[in-house]
């Protein structure tokens, strides 16, 4: 024999609310649902470059939400920009990076940087240039970067 139990309509009422509630739940781990990238940028700088028509740039952008994302152009007013990748100190142009969710890309010397060609000015120490970061699913970020000294480190901000 099966028991059958009657619901108060307030007991029913906070049953459906519970199952609302973990149905809400249960999509926003699995990356599936409504996640979204949450970019920023920071640590930007240009070193002052040594040639009239090439330099190279560095930031890390931050990637606070639960989905990833690709960085798949930059633009500039100073000039074109790629995207460069360095593995096993060899370094090669690519058409995106992953921007991880909850995690970071780091352009930093040595790794992953950006090359700026065919410069319309030379940008001197104590200029900005503005870039604009273009992703796959993001919106652009606009971002201005600092021309430091050709010798400028990040670690000692000197």
């Known amino acids: 024999m099966i028991a059958v139990r009657r619901l108060t309509p307030a007991a029913l009422v906070g049953a459906l ?23 920023s940028v920071s640590a930007a700088y240009m070193p002052q470059p040594v040639s009239d028509s090439m330099a190279a740039g560095f930031l890390t952008i931050t990637n ?31 058409k995106s990076l992953d921007v991880p969710a909850h995690g970071r890309l780091e352009f930093k010397s040595g790794g992953n940087h950006l090359m700026f060609e065919n410069l319309k000015r030379k940008p001197e120490q104590g200029d900005t240039v503005s870039l604009k970061l273009h992703f796959t699913k993001s919106d652009p970020v606009t971002v201005e ?13 000197h």
Do not use: F, I, W
């Open 145 to 157: 970067m600092p021309v430091k000294s050709a010798t400028y480190n990040p670690k000692t901000g």
């Open 64 to 94: 606070k939400g639960g989905s990833k994302d690709d960085l798949t152009s930059v633009t500039s007013d100073v000039g074109q920009v790629t995207v460069h990748e360095t593995v096993d100190s060899s370094m090669t142009e690519v």
């Open 17 to 39: 609310v519970g199952a609302a509630a973990l149905t809400g739940c249960s999509d926003s781990g699995s990356g599936s649902g409504d996640a979204r990238a949450e970019l």
